[in-house]
C-alpha cells in the first residue's frame, strides 16, 4: 500500500476561541466555551484556516469540539457550514475535514446549517464512533459506510467493491464533496476516520 | 420596562432634551424594577431620581436583568450570564429538562443578534418568570427584545421592497423575515435565526411575536388567540420581539 501523502492536523477549537476572543470581547470577558454569534464565529474560521495548507496542499483537519459548551446557529454556519464550503469550491477539493468531539449541545445547530447548505460532513460524536451526517443521497450514504467499515481500499478491489454504476457515482459524489479520499499517487481511497486514527 | 426605555431613547431624540421619568412608588413595582436592574439601564435614557439604595439585581425569578445590547461582547454576557440561571428556571417553574438552558441560550443569543446585525441601533433584552395563574393557570418565562433601529421593514427595504411593490409595507417585511427567513444579506447561511427560534419555541408550546412599525406577526400556540398578524397598530419605531415560554402542562410529553 502507498503511504498516504496526508498529515492531518487536530484544531481545538475552544483554543483557537481563546484566541481570536480577547480581541472580539474587548478583553472584558473570558468566554472561550460558548462559541456564539457571527463575528465571533467568523473569526474562528478566519483562525482555522491560517493554520491550514495553502491552495493546492492537501490537509485533513480534525476540527474538536469537545471544549465548547455551546454555539449557536450563526457560529455554527461560520465554523462549519462555511468552512467547508470554502474548500469545496476546489475541484477536487485539496481539503478535508472531521468534525469531533460534537456533542448533544452542538449537534442540532450543527445539523441545521448542513441540512440549510445541503453539506455534508464526517462527525465523530461518540469516541472513535464516525458518522456521516447532513445531506446525502442513500448510494452516498452505503458506499461512504462500507469505506469506513473497511477504512482502505486498495486500488485493485476498487473494481470489485464499488464497480456498479451507483457505486462509482457516490463514491465520486464523497470525492468532490471531502467526504473521502483517493490517494493521488496510489489511487487507494481512504476513510478520513482512518487517516486520522493515530491523532484520536 | 424594557419598552419604557425604548420610549425615553425615542422621545429623548426629539430634541427637547432627556426626558423626565417619574416612577411609582409601588413598593412592589420599585422592588421589581430593582430586581430587573431597570436603574442601571434607565440612568442612560432617563433624567429621573433613582432610588437612593439601589439593591442587587437578579431575584430569584430573575432569568436575565435588563441589559443592553450594543455590541457582540454583550452578547457573549448574556449567554455566561443566563447559562447558570436558566437550566435551575426552566426545570422548576417550567417544568423543562435541565438540558434546556442550551437552546434557551440559543434563542438569546439569535434575538440579540438580531438587534446587532439588522437593527444597526441599540437595543434592550430581559427575561423573566411570571406566574401567570389567570390567564393561564401555568408559570412563564417571557423573553423581551426591543431596539430603537430601522425596523424590519428599514432592514429588508434595499433587498427585497421591489419585489413586493405595492404591497411592500411593515407587514410584509414582517412576514418576509418571520415566516420566509429574508434577510439583507445575499447570504444563504443568514436568515435562519428567526426560524430557529420559532422552530424551538413551537416545540417548547410557547408564543413568539415580532413587531415592528405599524405591523405584528405571531406564531400563536393554542393556549393564545392572538392573530397571527395585524397591521394598522400605533408606530413602534425599531423592533420587538417577544417570546413566551409556558410552563408543561399535564398532558406534555
Redesign the interface.
Known amino acids: 500500500m502507498t503511504e498516504c501523502p496526508i498529515e492531518p492536523v487536530s484544531i481545538d477549537v475552544r483554543e483557537v476561541l481563546k484566541g481570536v476572543g480577547d480581541d472580539?470581547?474587548?478583553q472584558?470577558?473570558t468566554?472561550h466555551s460558548?462559541l456564539?454569534?457571527?463575528?465571533?464565529g467568523r473569526a474562528v474560521r478566519m483562525a482555522i484556516e491560517t493554520q491550514l495548507p495553502g491552495a493546492g496542499q492537501l490537509s485533513l483537519s480534525v476540527i474538536d469540539f469537545s471544549e465548547v459548551?455551546?454555539i449557536?446557529?450563526?457560529c455554527a454556519?461560520?465554523v462549519v457550514?462555511?468552512l467547508l464550503q470554502q474548500y469545496l469550491a476546489d475541484e477536487p477539493p485539496d481539503a478535508f475535514f472531521i468534525f469531533r468531539g460534537v456533542h448533544?449541545?452542538q449537534w442540532?445547530?450543527i445539523l441545521?446549517?448542513l441540512d440549510?447548505?445541503s453539506l455534508a460532513a464526517v462527525v465523530e460524536r461518540d469516541a472513535g464512533v464516525f458518522e456521516l451526517v447532513g445531506v446525502s443521497s442513500e448510494d452516498e450514504d452505503r458506499v461512504w459506510g462500507q469505506l469506513e467499515e473497511r477504512g482502505v481500499v486498495d486500488t485493485e478491489e476498487i473494481e470489485t467493491l464499488f464497480g456498479a454504476h451507483a457505486d462509482r457515482q457516490a463514491l465520486s459524489s464523497l470525492f468532490s464533496r471531502g467526504l473521502a479520499f483517493r490517494n493521488p499517487g496510489s489511487g487507494s481511497i481512504h476513510a478520513l476516520s482512518r487517516l486520522v486514527r493515530h491523532l484520536l | 420596562m424594557v419598552s419604557l426605555l425604548l420610549a425615553g431613547t425615542v422621545a429623548g431624540r426629539g430634541g427637547s432634551g432627556v426626558p423626565l421619568l417619574e416612577l411609582p412608588e409601588s413598593p412592589d413595582v420599585a422592588g421589581y424594577l430593582v430586581r430587573m436592574a431597570f436603574h442601571e439601564a434607565a440612568a442612560d435614557v432617563f433624567e429621573y431620581e433613582a432610588p437612593a439604595r439601589r439593591a442587587k439585581g437578579g431575584g430569584s425569578d430573575v432569568l436575565l436583568e435588563i441589559t443592553r445590547i450594543q455590541?457582540?461582547?454583550d452578547?457573549?454576557?448574556v449567554?455566561?450570564r443566563v447559562?447558570g440561571r436558566a437550566g435551575t428556571i426552566l426545570s422548576t417553574k417550567l417544568g423543562y429538562p435541565p438540558?434546556s438552558a442550551?437552546?434557551f441560550?440559543?434563542i438569546l443569543?439569535?434575538v440579540c443578534?438580531n438587534i446587532?446585525?439588522h437593527a444597526e441601533g441599540p437595543g434592550w433584552v430581559a427575561a423573566q418568570s411570571y406566574n401567570w395563574s389567570k390567564r393561564l393557570g401555568r408559570f412563564v418565562v417571557v423573553i423581551s427584545v426591543m431596539d430603537s433601529g430601522r425596523g424590519f421593514r428599514g432592514s429588508l427595504m434595499g433587498e427585497h421592497s421591489a419585489r413586493y411593490g405595492d404591497r411592500w409595507s411593515d407587514a410584509t417585511a414582517l412576514e418576509a423575515a418571520f415566516l420566509h427567513g429574508l434577510t439583507r444579506f445575499p447570504d444563504?447561511?443568514?436568515g435562519?435565526?428567526i426560524q430557529?427560534m420559532r422552530k424551538q419555541v413551537r416545540k417548547w408550546k410557547g408564543l413568539i411575536s415580532a413587531r415592528s412599525g405599524s405591523a405584528r406577526i405571531t406564531q400563536v400556540p393554542e393556549w393564545d388567540d392572538s392573530p397571527p398578524l395585524v397591521d394598522g397598530l400605533a408606530q413602534l419605531p425599531g423592533a420587538q420581539i417577544s417570546i413566551v415560554l409556558p410552563a408543561k402542562g399535564a398532558g406534555d410529553s
Open positions: 472580539l470581547m474587548q472584558s470577558v468566554l460558548y456564539v454569534t457571527r463575528p465571533t459548551m455551546l449557536d446557529f450563526s454556519d461560520e457550514a462555511k448533544e449541545a442540532n445547530q441545521t446549517v440549510r447548505q | 455590541t457582540n461582547a452578547i457573549h454576557r449567554v455566561d447559562q438540558t442550551v437552546p441560550a440559543v443569543s439569535e443578534q446587532i446585525e444563504s447561511g443568514r435562519q435565526g430557529q
